[in-house]
Each structure stands twice: as C-alpha cells, then as structure tokens.
C-alpha cells in the first residue's frame, strides 16, 4: 500500500526528527519537493540543547508558518503529550513537548506526535510497494521497532509495537560478560549496535557502508533479533531503517542468509528484508502524520 503526498498542497507541512544526537527537519511543499535541514550534533538531547538544534534547522527550512509534526525517541505517551521512556534521550523524559517546540519555532503548536520509528516506518511504508505487514526497525542512536498492517501500528505496548532494541540477543561467546547498552542493560541489540557502540569501534561519522565481516557480532545480534521477530509479529517485510539501517545496504545477502537458516516455520513465505532508501524516513514520516491528522475526515458519533 503507498500513500503519496497530495498533488496540490495548499501550504507546505514540516516534520521534525529529533533524535539522540541531532535534530532533523523536512519542509514537504509538494510531493516531490522538500526542503532538509540537520542541526548541528549536540552531546546530551537536554531541553536547551534541543531547543537551540530545532530552532536551527525549523529556520534553515524556510517554512515559518507551516504545521508541524513531531517524532520523539522512546515511548510516547499520547494523552500527557510527553515522553515516558528514552534510552538515548532520558532528558527529554517527561518534558512538556508542546512548549519546547513553542519556544524553539515560534509559537508552532504541534499537530501530531508520535515516535520515530512510527513516523520512520510510516513513510517508508507510504513510498514503498507493500502488501502485507510491515516490521520497521529504526536504528540510531537507540533500536526501535514499529510494526504496521496497513498504515495501523500494532500496539502492544502503550503506543509502541514493543521494544525489540530491549531483546537479549547475547551471543555464546558473550555469555560470562555480555556487552552493556547505555541503560546498563546486558547483551541487548542495543549493546550490539546502537549507533555509540557502533562508533566506538569504526569512529564518528560512521563510514558507509559500515566494515563488517559476515560474522561481525553487530551482524549475528541482529539477525538473532529479526529471528525472534519473525516468530513474534509474522512480518511480510522487514525494512532496517535509521543512519545505521542505512549503511546496512550493503550487508543485506549475507544478514538474510544467517536469519533464514533453519528459521522457524512460523515465518511468512517470501518474506523481504530492505533497507533505508536515505536519512529522511521519520522527518518525512512525520511530516506525513501531521497532513494526514490535518486533512482527515470528521469523525461522526452515532447513537
């Protein structure tokens, strides 16, 4: 199912990513033309550090009076309008969004918020020729996952399709000192291949693609994941999203070569396994969410 932006747009709609090491905005002002900005990369996603890196990049994309629609890392409580939980942006946690996005982008009340691997999968799902489910994995700074049928996420989870960064994928030879993710956690994707560790071993930015072996830890983690997913969701497809999803392109052969050895029955026939197409999936996601929350039907109540 695709979702292609409208062919006449009365106004332009923006959608800012603000993720665990810099903020990333997209102005949409027709189907095919956008307008991206990146801020400059910050230490800690602190309220003053997001505040100077939305400004940044709302300003530099020329779209001053445009709604705009907001993805968050972790997960996302919809009624408080807040993030709950955030392993590479614990500071944003419990932060009045609407305000901070007030003060950074003058007076900008967002129209919708959601997170960003909902956003990521949202858009990938929109620009993509899909039938069936849908298991985007983002992966940054942190590991996300959203899962959609349609254009529906699944929610197990509050508003999350789970927390497939959380699984403990430790492999054997880890097993008596397992490696610790950011939160402290032992032997989670994340401990594998968040974008820190990542850049631990291959340096800041990360090289595209990333030098891995077939047998690189990150790679065998990974597809230990994607198994266990495709015994818990029975995706379709699964598409590796997020700066590090991205430079993944060319490693995708030798990763679905491990992940359907001897793979559980359970998964669907003919599954795919994709990539990110560029850095843009949750900004324009987003964006995406807050023209479709815009233009969407009235709701009318029966008795």
Known sequence: MTHAMPEVMTHPVVGIDIGGTSVKALAAFAPHAER?????PYDSADPAS????????????????????????????????AVTASLNAPALIDVAIDDLIASACAGAIPVTITTDAHAAAFD?????????????????????????DGDRPLQVCGTSSGHLGQIDVTLPEDDNAPPLAPD?????????LGARVLAARFGSPLPDPLPLTRNDPALRALARALRIAHAIY????????GGIGLRLHSHLAALRTRIDDRLTTLARPGWSLMCARDPWHAARGAARLAHKSMHAPPHNCAD
Do not use: K, M
């Open 36 to 40: 991206t900005a990146r801020s400059d």
């Open 124 to 148: 990938f799902a929109a620009t993509t020729p899909l039938t069936g489910r849908l298991l985007a994995v983002s992966l940054g700074a942190g590991v996300g996952a959203c899962v959609l």
């Open 184 to 192: 402290g956690s032992a032997g989670s994707l994340e401990a594998y």
């Open 50 to 81: 997001l505040s100077r890196a939305i400004s940044q990049v709302f300003a530099a994309i020329g779209a001053p009076s445009a709604p705009v629609g907001l993805c968050v890392p972790g997960a996302f409580d919809p009624v408080r309008r």
């Open 234 to 241: 029975r995706p379709h497809h699964i598409a590796l999203l």
